[in-house]
């Protein structure tokens, strides 16, 4: 842990890097609402209001969301994490776009989600490129 901290720490960033503690609270209010969405989304599936591809299209995007740290921190790979970041906020985009069609609470919900990941698409792709 002391390794992935200092590792991180000497990373070049952008100006607009936010401090440590604003990860946590960013996530701390956007994973109840991803969780209260899928219950959502495997409802509106379950009743065959949501067609099934938009769960799959959801689950690939939490897998990719759920490795983007062992990837940046454990494999200490910001290319990898680039890649990653742009795979999880493609495919978030997509969803967003085609759930307004089925529910508006979904995509409502998500909204945190996708505004926090297209900035931190744009910081770790800026991070990316600083300390190449």
């Given amino acids: ?26 996530w701390g209010i956007i994973y109840p609402l991803i969780a209260i969405a899928f219950i959502f989304l495997i409802i509106g599936v379950a009743k065959k209001r949501i067609p099934q591809k938009l769960f799959w299209l959801l689950i690939i995007n939490m897998i990719g969301n759920f490795i983007f740290s062992p990837i940046q921190f ?32 979904i995509f409502w919900l998500l909204i945190p ?12 792709i800026s991070i990316t490129f600083l300390n190449l």
């Fill in 74 to 105: 454990g494999l200490q790979n910001n290319v990898l994490a680039m890649i990653d970041i742009l795979l999880i906020i493609t495919t978030l985009a997509i969803f967003e776009i085609k759930i307004w069609k089925y529910s508006k609470v």
């Fill in 113 to 124: 989600y996708l505004l926090w990941g297209a900035f931190a698409t744009v910081l770790q």
């Fill in 1 to 26: 842990m002391d390794n992935t901290y200092q590792w991180y720490q000497v990373l070049e960033k952008p100006f607009f890097a936010p401090p440590s503690w604003a990860f946590g609270l960013a």
